[in-house]
């Protein structure tokens, strides 16, 4: 012990009497050498903002057209620049085929293709595609699904031999659906438990009613998924999985010659089973306006959604639609967005988008707000939204927004996955197979003219359903008196009864 505090005390005294390091003395500047900005708030480079790049000129690829021998539709564009392959089947059919009380049917079948087949389970196929450095993914739609598979270009071949196995051979096992079903259960949970799900979901609701799938959300309600069964999952894999309601897409480095026999070996002997008959759906009936509230205790922040009926991808109108919106409230300078976030400081940011589907999907205008204030941002949203209606546009929000639609478009290409995704959307909508060629020309004939008559026609504020979700007993009085229409009750799944019984206790 001794000899360590001796140790210790010889090494302070060296650091004490080390010597300290002396500064470096500035650099002179060089001769002639123009000064740097040193980055102060009041720099005189801060005066003028950077000019922007130069633009990138982007045309968006058009599709070969092929078919196989069963009349099952490919469509192929080549990309030699990395040697990758992305396929995607696509259907058109997804949330809207599902019958009454089995919301979420189409996705629960998805989910379940790559849980196992006659010849592989699901651990074998997790194992092929990760061995041969394969990517699978599939996702359902409110009128159409898509199963897609990305591959290294000289392993397509055993990749395509799982894929189609999956997409046309799925067990669903008993054990793997019911286990499935937990887990879905469990995503509804926190997705109840979610405010702007919430705000999202009793919209679709209140929008399309208790008759249609859109009234609901595309992953089910906790009814709906324990009242799928096995049976149900069978049944729609087998009436809507046939080469008559599909089409194949594939992007990527490899060309037509040897991508045919690829497909005709997997796919080529696929057979259409018996046709479905065509779903029905009703159509809400109109009704006076009320006020929707589902009670959020102690919230910091209300979520507001607006909505109603909107218009289909393939409508006349569709282009001075998506302009006017995206003045409305899709881009971050709109007027939405510059009067609640940037003028009232109501919110981090408000929106409102057109989902346009074969039939009219929604359309939404939403965000969340700051409690206190959530009355105040409602009547700034109508406000907007009326004043949208009467068509009146600036030169430089038509210029701003026409060039906003277009510069989205490039990004809808960027991998060989994102282009097959854009390319079967297109296809499962009815639309054209040149439509993003033509996109830019189709945004830019857009004229203030067309833009007035879009809002005129397809706005309608004094209609539209409002959902609010909030703490109640602090939000309701306030709202009342905005004389919107009056205030009806309903819990986080759409529920009127059960949120009046819950009330009342």
Same mark, same amino acid.
């Given at each position: 012990?001794?000899?360590?505090?001796?140790?210790?005390?010889?090494?302070?005294?060296?650091? %004490?009497?080390?010597?300290?390091?002396?500064?470096?003395?500035?650099?002179?500047?060089?001769?002639?050498?123009?000064?740097?900005?040193?980055?102060?708030?009041? %720099?005189?480079?801060?005066?003028?903002?950077?000019?922007?790049?130069?633009?990138?000129?982007?045309?968006? #690829?058009?599709?070969?057209?092929?078919?196989?021998?069963?009349?099952?539709?490919?469509?192929?564009?080549?990309?030699?620049?990395?040697?990758?392959?992305?396929?995607?089947?696509?259907?058109?059919?997804?949330?809207?085929?599902?019958? #009454?009380?089995?919301?979420?049917?189409?996705?629960?079948?998805?989910?379940?293709?790559?849980?196992?087949?006659?010849?592989?389970?699901?651990?074998?196929?997790?194992?092929?595609?990760?061995?041969?450095?394969?990517?699978?993914?599939?996702?359902?739609?409110?009128?159409?699904?898509?199963?897609?598979?990305?591959?290294?270009?000289?392993?397509?071949?055993?990749?395509?031999?799982?894929?189609? *196995?999956?997409?046309?051979? #799925?067990?669903?096992?008993?054990?793997?659906?019911?286990?499935?079903?937990?887990?879905?259960?469990?995503?509804?949970?926190?997705?109840?438990?979610?405010?702007?799900?919430?705000?999202?979901?009793?919209?679709?609701?209140?929008?399309?009613?208790?008759?249609?799938?859109?009234?609901?959300?595309?992953?089910?309600?906790?009814?709906?998924?324990?009242?799928?069964?096995?049976? *149900?999952?069978?049944?729609?894999?087998?009436?809507?999985?046939?080469?008559?309601?599909?089409?194949?897409?594939?992007?990527?480095?490899?060309?037509?010659?040897?991508?045919?026999?690829?497909?005709?070996?997997?796919?080529?002997?696929?057979? *259409?089973?018996?046709?479905?008959?065509?779903?029905?759906?009703?159509?809400?009936?109109?009704?006076?306006?009320?006020?929707?509230?589902?009670?959020? #205790?102690?919230?910091?922040?209300?979520?507001?959604?607006?909505?109603?009926?909107?218009?289909?991808?393939?409508?006349?109108?569709?282009?001075?639609?998506?302009?006017?919106?995206?003045?409305?409230?899709?881009?971050?300078? %709109?007027?939405?967005?510059?009067?609640?976030?940037?003028?009232?400081?109501?919110?981090?940011?408000?929106?409102?988008?057109?989902?346009?589907?074969?039939?009219?999907?929604?359309?939404?205008?939403?965000?969340?707000?700051?409690?206190?204030?959530?009355?105040?941002?409602?009547?700034?949203?109508?406000?907007?939204?009326?004043?949208?209606?009467?068509?009146?546009?600036? *030169?430089?929000?038509?210029?701003?927004?026409?060039?906003?639609?277009?510069?989205?478009?490039?990004?809808?290409?960027?991998?060989?996955?994102?282009?097959?995704?854009?390319?079967?959307?297109?296809?499962?909508?009815?639309?054209?197979?040149?439509?993003?060629?033509?996109?830019?020309?189709?945004?830019?004939?857009?004229?203030?003219?067309?833009?007035?008559?879009?809002?005129?026609?397809?706005?309608?504020?004094?209609?539209?359903?409002?959902?609010?979700?909030?703490?109640?007993?602090?939000?309701?009085?306030?709202?009342?008196?905005?004389?919107?229409?009056?205030?009806?009750?309903?819990?986080?799944?759409?529920?009127?009864?059960?949120?009046?019984?819950?009330?009342?206790?």
């Amino acid at each position: 012990m001794k000899s360590l505090l001796c140790t210790l005390s010889l090494l302070v005294a060296c650091a %004490s009497s080390a010597p300290k390091a002396q500064p470096r003395p500035a650099q002179a500047q060089a001769p002639g050498a123009s000064a740097q900005p040193q980055g102060t708030p009041d %720099s005189s480079f801060r005066a003028r903002p950077p000019p922007p790049g130069t633009a990138v000129e982007f045309h968006a #690829p058009i599709p070969t057209q092929l078919v196989l021998r069963n009349g099952l539709p490919v469509f192929l564009i080549e990309r030699h620049d990395i040697p990758l392959v992305s396929v995607a089947i696509a259907l058109r059919s997804g949330a809207d085929t599902e019958p #009454p009380g089995k919301a979420g049917l189409s996705s629960f079948t998805l989910d379940l293709l790559d849980e196992g087949t006659p010849a592989r389970d699901a651990a074998a196929i997790a194992r092929g595609f990760e061995d041969l450095g394969a990517r699978y993914g599939s996702a359902s739609e409110a009128d159409s699904s898509r199963v897609s598979v990305t591959a290294i270009s000289d392993t397509l071949g055993p990749v395509l031999d799982i894929f189609a *196995d999956v997409v046309l051979h #799925p067990q669903f096992r008993a054990a793997d659906v019911a286990r499935v079903r937990v887990e879905r259960l469990g995503e509804i949970a926190q997705a109840l438990d979610d405010p702007q799900s919430v705000g999202r979901n009793v919209l679709s609701r209140v929008v399309f009613g208790e008759k249609h799938p859109w009234g609901y959300p595309r992953e089910g309600t906790v009814s709906s998924v324990k009242a799928i069964s096995r049976k *149900d999952i069978v049944a729609w894999h087998e009436a809507w999985f046939r080469p008559s309601n599909a089409a194949l897409f594939v992007v990527g480095d490899i060309d037509a010659a040897t991508l045919m026999p690829l497909l005709e070996m997997r796919f080529g002997g696929w057979k *259409d089973g018996r046709p479905p008959k065509g779903a029905r759906h009703q159509r809400p009936r109109k009704a006076a306006r009320v006020v929707t509230l589902v009670d959020k #205790p102690g919230a910091p922040q209300s979520q507001i959604w607006i909505g109603e009926i909107g218009v289909s991808s393939s409508a006349p109108d569709i282009f001075p639609v998506r302009v006017m919106n995206n003045i409305l409230g899709l881009s971050f300078n %709109s007027r939405l967005n510059g009067n609640l976030r940037t003028e009232h400081g109501y919110s981090y940011g408000v929106f409102s988008f057109y989902y346009a589907h074969r039939e009219p999907g929604p359309f939404v205008a939403a965000g969340g707000v700051i409690t206190e204030k959530t009355a105040e941002a409602l009547a700034e949203f109508m406000k907007e939204l009326t004043k949208m209606k009467s068509g009146e546009v600036s *030169d430089d929000e038509l210029a701003e927004a026409k060039d906003s639609l277009v510069r989205t478009i490039p990004a809808l290409f960027a991998s060989n996955d994102q282009t097959a995704g854009a390319c079967a959307r297109v296809w499962a909508e009815g639309l054209p197979v040149d439509y993003y060629a033509t996109y830019q020309d189709r945004v830019q004939a857009v004229t203030k003219e067309a833009v007035a008559r879009a809002a005129r026609k397809r706005l309608h504020p004094q209609d539209m359903a409002i959902v609010v979700v909030g703490p109640s007993a602090q939000i309701a009085p306030r709202l009342e008196r905005l004389e919107l229409g009056r205030i009806e009750l309903r819990d986080a799944e759409g529920e009127a009864r059960k949120a009046v019984s819950a009330a009342a206790q």
